[in-house]
């Protein structure tokens, strides 16, 4: 027994023998000692039993502290990886993997929106606890699903899992994929938060009114959170008095707080900002 210890002491301090790095020297005891911490780099183990001495490898501060910084770096690349699995598996069109609130193009409509999705990212773990959601409604245009995506992409980078998908995507998927509806529900209530954009664009069918009940019910009975968008005015959520529509504006209101994005189309606002400036190196 003795002698197996002794043999697997002396086996690992020979492993251990550390390479000389720059500056670093021995001792008058022959032991390697750190150039640049002055601390030693090895050490002289008292066998038991024998009595008999083998030098062993022991970590400087410099050590120490590579391992430290190693360890870091392989968890962060093991988050890295979980946030590039999280955004692959998030369904987001790629043209918003660049929303972030930092290239936000804040201005006076938008304001609200814009605080009111940094402040939801910051209190997610509440708003998951309450099950508490957003429906961003206004005109077409004033950057709600843009908001959205902020808040997308500020809780992918925190490692929660988001999807992102659209009323149509979701109908279009259900009606012609022949997937299992109660499967595909069941996956998209899977992520901690569910953005589903451009609600009411789809107001036709029986068929596509009840599927867009059974997304919202369902996501409300799974006690998670979900976040709308809708160009519907807060007249038309509130005052529909077809039950058909009715009974999902109901259910949405009772678990989304409502954010009104006012404005005019930024995509109307350019293009009157670029007539101005044309009209201007013409007309001087
Ligand atoms: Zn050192």
Redesign the pocket.
């Known amino acids: 027994m003795a002698d197996m210890i002794k043999e697997y002491i002396k086996s690992v301090g020979a492993d251990r023998e550390p390479d000389m790095r720059p500056g670093d020297y021995r001792n008058e005891q022959g032991l390697i000692v750190?150039g640049?911490?002055g601390?030693l780099r090895q050490k002289i183990l008292k066998l038991p039993f024998g009595g008999e001495e083998t030098i062993v490898h022991c970590t400087?501060?410099?050590?120490q502290e590579d391992m430290r910084k190693m360890a870091e770096q392989e968890k962060k690349r093991e988050e890295m990886f979980r946030i590039r699995e999280l955004k692959n598996t998030s369904l987001m069109d790629s043209k918003y993997a660049d929303a972030k609130f930092c290239n936000y193009e804040q201005d006076a409509d938008n304001s609200k929106a814009f605080k009111v999705a940094q402040n939801y990212v910051a209190n997610f773990d509440k708003m998951f606890s309450d099950n508490q959601g957003l429906i961003f409604h206004g005109p077409v245009g004033t950057g709600k699903t843009y908001t959205a995506a902020c808040i997308a992409n500020a809780l992918l980078d925190k490692e929660t899992s988001v999807i992102m998908t659209s009323f149509v995507k979701i109908l279009q998927e259900i009606q012609n994929t022949g997937v299992d509806e109660g499967v595909y529900l069941q996956k998209l209530n899977a992520a901690r938060l569910l953005i589903i954009d451009d609600l009411g664009v789809e107001r036709n069918t029986d068929y596509a009114l009840e599927k867009t009940y059974n997304v919202v019910d369902s996501r409300a009975r799974s006690k998670k959170p979900f976040i709308l968008t809708t160009n519907l005015t807060w007249d038309e959520l509130t005052k529909e008095q077809d039950l058909r529509y009715k009974r999902i504006f109901d259910r949405i209101l009772e678990v989304c707080y409502p954010v009104h994005v006012p404005g005019k189309s930024h995509r109307i606002k350019k293009a009157a900002q670029r007539m101005n400036d044309t009209r201007k190196i013409l007309e001087g």
């Open positions: 750190c640049k911490c601390i400087c501060l410099c050590e």
